[in-house]
Every structure is written in C-alpha cells, then in structure tokens.
C-alpha cells in the first residue's frame, strides 16, 4: 500500500489542527499593503493583473437545458470580476456526453453547461469572456472528460447503461453499481473532443483552457493507477491520457494559448483510511494511488506537453473533506502541497514551454487577506485561488486592495449553498450572500423604496441584520430589537475552535450593526418586544426574526441536574467541568460539532445517540466527512439507530438497534443520498428491529435534540393586527441554517 509521510502529517494534523501549527485567522490588515497579493503575473503570453484566482465551482443548473449559459451563469460571472479577480475559472464543463452515461438526464437534457453541444452556445460563452474582460479579469473555461465514477449512477435506471470508469470501480454513490470500462477508443474520442473544445473557447475569446484533472473524476481516474488498473492498450500507462490530451490541445490552439492543470499530490485514501483499505470492500481496488513522487513525475511530463500553471490540492471524493475543506477544517491546509511542486520547479530548473517559470497556485481556505498575502511573500506559492470567499463577498479583492479588509463578509465554511444546494437539486448560492447567483435578479445596489416606511425588525441574528442593513438602504426607518446579543444563535455557535469562521462572521454582525447606528435612521433597542409595545408605536411593517427554542423530549430525567442543553454548554464550559463521561443525545450537526469540541478541546469521553440512521444527515458530505471522521480517530463513539430510554444520575439508558443492515456510523467514504434518490438496491439491506438495551456512563447529559421556530411573536402580532405588513423570517419561520435565514430576510426586505 503507497504511503507518503508528507501526507500522513498533513492528514493528521486536520484534527486538532490548533495544536499543529495553523493559526485561527480572522480579518486583519497587518500586512497591507498587500504588494505580493497585486503584483502582476505571466501565464504564457497573458499578463494577469494580480495573484487572485476564483476557483471553479460548479455551476450546475446555471444553463438552459441545451447547456447554453444563461443569464444566471454570466451575470454571476461578471460580478466576480467586477470585484477584482485577476482570473476567473468557471465550474467543470464535461466534452463527453454520449460516452459518459452520467452525464445526461431523461430527455436528453443537462443541467451542466456545455461548449461542445453546437453553434447555439457560443454565443453566451462570447458574451461571458466580453465581460470578465471589461473589468481586467481573465476568463479560463475548465474542460473535463467527465465524471466517471463519480457521476450519477441513475444512468443505470434511466437508460439501462452502467456508468463508466477507466476500470471496473465502483460507483462512488452506490457502490454496488459497477462501472464499465472505456474502451482506449472511447478515450482517444474524448482526447479529440477536449482539443475541439479548446478550439471553441479560443474562438470564443476565452482566455485559456483548465484541466479538471484532480478529485477522482475521469481525468484522475484514467491517470491514477488507484483508479486504472488496465494490463492492455496504450492507456494502460497512467500518464498518456493527460498528456496525449494536452499535446491535443496544443495542436489545435497553438503554442501561445494558456493551459492549466489541476491535480492532486496525492488521494491520501491510505493516509486517511489506514487499515481500513485493506477491509472495506469499496475502498480496497484503491489502495495503489499515486505516491509524491509520481505525482511530481507526472506534472513533469505535463509541463513538457505544453501546461503552464497548476494547482494543486488534496484528496477525492472518497475523503471529501479534503478537496472541499469545510469551516472544521483549518485555514492554508494545502499551503504545504502548493510548496512542494514549487520546490521541485525551483530544484530542476523545470520551466514551461515559453521559458517561463511556472506559477504554482495554492488553494484551501486562503480568504483572509493576511494568510493570503504571507503564503506569497513566503515563497509557498505564486498565486492565490479564492473559491467560496468570492460567493460571500464579490468584492474581497477590491476591498483588499483598499485596505478596508474589515468590510469583506467572510465565508463562513458551511457549504450549505454553494455545494449542497446543487446536490440537493439546486443551483450554488451562498448562506452568507443572498445576491449570489441571483445577480440577474437583484441589483448591486439596493433600490430605494418609493414609500418610505417605519419598520420594526424583531431579533439581531442574521436574519435581522440582514434585514436591516436592507431596509436602511431603501429609505426605510428602522428599528432593530434584540434583547440579549447580536448574532442570535451564531453567538453560541462560534465557541468551538473549529467554528473561527463563523466567529469571524458573528464579527461581521456585530460591526454592520454599530456601521447602522451612525444613521439617523436606525435604532438599536436592546430589549425584548411585545405585541403591545409594537402596537403602541405605530410601525407600518413588522418584520419577526426571532430565532428557535430548544426542544427537549418527552423522557425521563432529562429534567435533572446534570442535563444542559448545547447551546448552554458551548457559552457556559463550566456545565461539565467535573464531568469524565458526557453522553449528547442528538446526532445531527450540532451535537456532533458539540462531540469533537467535548472530545478535542475539554478532554471528555464522548458519546453521541440518535435515532436516525445516519449521523448529521442532510449536512454537507464535505463537513460530516471531516467531523465523523476525526470524531472516530478520537474514540469518540457514535450510536446511530438508537432510541434515548431513560437518563439517572451517572448513567443514560438507550436502546440500540444492532441489526446488521444498521449503516456504520464511521462511513465517510460514501455519501448519504439524497431522500428522493433510490437506490433500488435497498431493499436488500432493510433494517429490522433487533434492539438492545444499553447502559452508558454518564457525568453529564448534552441535549443537541432539534430547536423550534420561536414564533409565538409572530402570531401574536398577527392576531392583535400591530401593523399594515407583518413578516415571520428565518429561524422563527423554518429552518435553523443562516442560509435560509439571509435569504428570506433579504428577498423580505427589498418588497417593503
């Protein structure tokens, strides 16, 4: 089994990542100005104006059902680089349907945009690359071959065909679909097809061609002998597809037009799984991945077939995590990955084609300007890309550049919007930003209102910030209630170590709201509002934001004095300080953030019960992967399937279903599918009712069992008629997620 120790530290230290070295940055300006972050770069024969690159993210369902993009997809587009970038990629565009299965829904349909279909999408991808360029930015469009494995295996239902793969894998969504082998004939069409699609977005203006050759999607699989384990044919030499794929590319676009390249150091399956490898069946055809140095090898042979920039990361979708480090994971976790190629650039004296030396661009979390600006002048990398920073805040460069770094909106890591969204059957959007992917619809600056109003918004969560930086900025007097602390439940929220991004935003809140008290419009009351009080003033609008309650249920003891509520126990640590063993009932995202705050952070003992099958079910795969993972590599146990019985002073009775189709609580190489996905496979693994009565030690019980929507104010407001328009928002009306709550406070908030 490949293993590098390189990898083995960095895996390692993703857990108590505070006690290895990185740092908990938040939005500084020491090191403005940020002459490293604005100093200009050559790709090829471009120039780019500064280091930033926004990364591609995925932009699925931004297109017409041809996969023409849409306006949507360019207006999305031109805000970013109205913000500043230097070099903007689009999400992954496939050049393989019709060989690729996955790719294509019923009907003949796509929700991926696509530049190979015919004459009908040029058009868009023209006016795409026209308005990057009216604000200096470069537009490189990311070409894959497509998604293999990891592709939507309902192919197999809809049109009676397999996925397909380089060999015969598993599929990453139902692992007991098998996928088809290409064929070198299939493989050297989508080798042709690449080139024309290069072709086609030179003719486009597009300013160069990026390679999605990282993550295991089909370019990795065919190149990465975890994946292809072929014996035959000229594909059975890992390194020919991606390099005979460059020389294609360079002979249909020439010598002078940029190509990128995105790739992994390494999987890290083996450093991740361990043993494991050797018994999960879905992980065991994976353990020969590429080591550090084939990977260096491999990009060697790239350079000389033409590549001119890279970047590099971690990790696939089997350890989902690491190509998408969620808000647990620490800030600059690939700067170390970043070093090493530039390392070995700089050792060999490797230069492009052009004789240039060749920019190495880091990624993972680097939206901090300071982090970002320290990596460059450090000499870990020559450039800086910027994913989910650039959905918070489009303006993150220009606010740089300008030094007022404390106005940038700072991604909070949830992936609520940008990746689960659109695996859930939306488009990317952002929890933190409401215009994000709506640019078509909302103007960058906020519409006065024609009638202006006197407003009362109930709660200072974010919902209710939201609401009033909105409602200031139509006209609007407002006044603004909170009876405890800005930010609501972000505020308990933000105490763990691994939540600084959302403590970085509680930040945010807090300075919008003391920015709104220098208006003559605005008030900020700290106390609690009534229905009658509101009355009493003579609001025209009511907007209620008023956040959750806790729920507790209906069992024994929980009415003791060792039981505390999450939320109690993340502002209050003294709860359990003479606790050994803490028992969470709950195991859905904040009682599993709860666990690994307990565990790694104060020392405890831990175990977490829940009812349903899966552990944080409906979380992003990205964050419950990285939580569950190092919550089990800390002997944190997880009973799922479990039934909370009774609680008694130093003990918790439950009841465990130990039915051998009960999923395993540990799985973080597969994902949970979405509850309108079937998998017509299950049927075979039904749960049966084999439960057991357990009895665990317990110095103090955490209930992390769900919130209510706190809208008893709402309601009354309703009923005592306190205004003309009365709204119920965020939390109070649904949800418990900041992406629902900024979304519905500002739609709210722009129609009064």
């Known amino acids: 089994m490949n293993h590098d120790e390189e990898v083995l530290r960095l895996v390692d230290s993703y857990g108590d990542w505070w006690n290895k070295g990185f740092e908990t940055p938040s939005m500084t300006s020491s090191l403005y100005p940020y002459t490293a972050m604005f100093s200009p770069v050559r790709v090829n024969r471009l120039t780019l104006k500064n280091r930033l690159v926004m990364a591609p993210m995925g932009n699925i369902s931004m297109c017409d059902e041809t996969g023409r993009p849409n306006a949507k997809m360019l207006k999305y587009f031109e805000e970013r680089a109205r913000g500043g970038v230097g070099l903007i990629t689009s999400g992954l565009i496939p050049v393989s349907f019709g060989i690729d299965t996955s790719l294509i829904e019923l009907g003949e349909l796509s929700y991926f945009p696509r530049i190979d279909r015919s004459r009908t999408v040029f058009a868009a991808w023209r006016d795409l690359a026209g308005m990057c360029h009216a604000y200096g930015a470069q537009f490189f469009i990311q070409l894959t071959p497509g998604l293999g494995r990891v592709g939507n295996p309902q192919c197999l239902m809809t049109q009676t065909k397999l996925p397909r793969s380089a060999s015969f894998n598993p599929n990453w969504y139902m692992s007991s679909v098998p996928c088809a082998r290409l064929s070198d004939r299939s493989l050297t069409k989508i080798i042709k097809r690449i080139g024309q699609g290069a072709a086609d977005a030179l003719a486009c203006n597009i300013d160069g061609v990026y390679l999605h050759g990282h993550e295991g999607y089909l370019l990795e699989q065919v190149t990465n002998p975890a994946f292809n384990r072929r014996k035959l044919g000229k594909y059975a030499d890992v390194e020919r597809f991606g390099v005979d794929m460059v020389k294609e590319i360079r002979k249909r676009v020439g010598p002078n037009y940029p190509i990128m390249y995105r790739i992994d150091l390494s999987l890290a399956l083996n450093e991740t799984y361990g043993e494991k490898m050797n018994t999960v069946s879905s992980l065991k055809k994976f353990r020969g991945g590429r080591t550090i140095k084939q990977t260096l090898h491999y990009i060697d042979e790239l350079v000389k077939a033409g590549v001119d920039l890279f970047d590099v990361d971690l990790g696939c979708y ?18 170390d990955v970043a070093e090493i190629v530039k390392k ?57 550049y300008a030094g007022k770094v404390d106005e940038i909106c700072p991604c909070i890591g949830c992936q609520e919007g940008c990746l689960n969204e659109f695996v859930e059957g939306g488009h990317p959007q952002c929890a933190v930003n409401p215009r994000t992917a709506f640019e078509e619809e909302y103007a960058r600056e906020v519409p006065l209102a024609a009638v202006k109003k006197k407003v009362a918004v109930i709660g200072a969560g974010p919902a209710g910030v939201v609401a009033a930086k909105t409602l200031i900025a139509r006209g609007h007097t407002v006044d603004l209630y909170e009876k405890k602390a800005v930010g609501g439940n972000v505020v308990p929220g933000s105490k763990a170590k691994i939540k600084y991004e959302v403590a970085n935003y509680l930040a945010y809140l807090e300075k919008t709201v003391e ?85 790694y952070e104060l020392g405890k003992s831990v175990k977490v019960v829940e009812m349903d099958k899966y552990i944080m079910n409906h979380a992003c795969t990205a964050n419950r992967g990285h939580i569950i993972h190092y919550l089990e590599k800390n002997g944190v146990e997880l009973l799922n399937c479990t039934k909370l019985v009774k609680v008694q002073d130093g003990k918790v009775l439950v009841s465990q279903n130990v039915n051998k189709n009960v999923p395993d609580p540990y799985l973080t190489w597969g994902p949970i599918l979405p509850s309108n996905v079937v998998n017509p496979l299950d049927a075979l693994h039904k749960i049966k009712d084999e439960y057991r009565d357990r009895e665990l030690e317990a110095d103090a019980v955490v209930l992390a069992t769900g919130v209510r929507p706190a809208d008893k104010l709402y309601y009354d407001c309703l009923g005592a008629q306190v205004a003309g328009e009365i709204y119920n928002i965020g939390d109070s009306f649904r949800g418990a997620r900041i992406f629902e709550a900024v979304r519905s406070a500002y739609r709210c908030a722009l129609n009064i």
């Open 344 to 400: 070995h650039f700089a050792e060999k004296g490797i230069k492009s084609n052009m004789g240039l030396e060749i920019p190495v661009v880091a990624v993972g979390k680097l939206g901090y300007p300071d982090l970002a600006e320290k990596a460059l002048r450090d000499g870990k990398c020559d450039m800086v890309m910027l994913g989910r920073p650039l959905l918070a805040d489009p303006d993150w460069p220009n606010k740089a």
């Open 318 to 335: 089997d350890n989902w995590w690491l190509p998408h480090p969620p808000s647990s994971m620490p800030s600059g976790c690939f700067l």
């Open 515 to 599: 920015d709104l008290k220098a208006n003559e419009r605005f008030q900020f009351v700290n106390a609690e509002a009534s229905a009658d009080d509101l009355k009493a003033k003579g609001y025209d609008a009511v907007l209620v934001a008023a956040g959750t309650t806790q729920s507790k249920p209906p069992v024994e003891g929980l009415d003791g004095k060792n039981v505390c509520f999450a939320v109690d126990l993340l502002m209050n640590p003294e709860l359990v300080k003479d606790a050994k063993n803490v028992v969470i009932i709950g195991g859905g995202v904040v009682g599993a953030e709860t666990a690994y705050y307990l565990s």
